[in-house]
């Protein structure tokens, strides 16, 4: 029997309760992939709906990851440790990553909130991977300087928005360029580093995929810039529910047809059957 008003069928939904220590394959801490024993199927004339129930997270995420550690002076590559940082910190490390080689120092600046470069000759900062956090997004390669002040203020507030995935099914969702994708829902962080996220939407949002048979779930999480999320081991929880409705033809490229032909008034067609002649009965 249905057992949402979204299901008009009689094939009763189904709940996924999904444990990402439980995953047949941990592609990484925020990529995991689980194989049902009994494949959830959608009967011919029927098509699957998929929902983000619920999901629980501890925020163990750093603001500056393996993949974001790095600046590139005189062209050569210094690199932090991943961590937690605050902005007195992350000035700490980069000087000590850079001073031997370059003379250089890093300061932070708590009333203007960005970072200053200072080097005892001319140097050229080519590129980094910490942009975002030391305010020079999109002011690199700079001239060769002795002092280089970011003109964007820092941001150390790491990961905003978690974007859960669901890498095998077909969904019509778009990004900000446009682009399909398989995003089912987008979490704000609102907690800080070390607490927990509890995701329990007010509305639960469902998509209808393409897909009518699902033995299998590829669950990823990335960040709004789409950087798989490194979790520092910690584990994960999410709800999925699953309702099925009957497929419908769509109406609408006819209906909209209709439409136009009655707004500019445009006559029938001779072909059209209100038109022709009837035949001549024997």
Not at 24 to 53: C, H, M, Q
Not at 68 to 82: D, H, L, P, W
Not at 108 to 134: A, C, D, H, M, W
Not at 210 to 216: G, P, Q, V, Y
Request: aromatic letters at 8%; one cysteine or more; proline letters at 4%.
């Amino acid at each position: 029997m249905p057992s949402h008003h979204l299901n008009d069928t009689d094939k009763g939904s189904q709940t996924l309760f999904l444990h990402s220590t439980d995953a047949v394959i941990s592609v990484s801490d925020a990529e995991k992939i689980f194989y049902l024993n009994e494949a959830v199927y959608a009967p011919a004339g029927y098509r699957i709906l998929i929902g983000l129930t619920n999901m629980t997270l501890p925020n163990a995420m750093y603001n500056v990851t393996s993949s974001s550690n790095n600046i590139v002076i005189a062209g050569a590559t210094y690199t932090i440790a991943a961590g937690n940082y605050s902005a007195d910190d992350l000035a700490t490390a980069l000087t000590t990553a850079i001073n031997s080689a370059t003379g250089g120092t890093v300061s932070f600046n708590e009333t203007n909130s960005n970072f200053t470069f200072t080097f005892s000759s001319g140097k050229i900062i080519n590129s980094s991977t910490l942009e975002r956090q030391l305010g020079i997004k999109g002011q690199t390669p700079t001239a060769s300087v002795t002092s280089y002040t970011g003109t964007n203020i820092c941001d150390l507030g790491g990961v905003t928005n978690i974007y859960v995935r669901i890498r095998n099914l077909t969904m019509n969702n778009l990004d900000s360029k446009g682009r399909v994708n398989n995003i089912i829902a987008s979490i704000v962080n609102n907690t800080n580093y070390g607490g927990y996220i509890f995701f329990v939407p007010p509305e639960v949002l469902y998509y209808q995929v393409s897909e009518t048979n699902i033995n299998h779930l590829d669950i990823q999480l990335t960040d709004q810039e789409g950087t798989v999320l490194d979790l520092n081991g910690a584990d994960f929880n999410i709800t999925l529910t699953i309702h099925f409705v009957k497929q419908r033809e769509t109406s609408f490229r006819s209906s909209l047809l209709r439409e136009i032909k009655e707004r500019y008034k445009v006559p029938p067609s001779p072909s059209s059957p209100k038109n022709r002649e009837p035949e001549n009965k024997k």
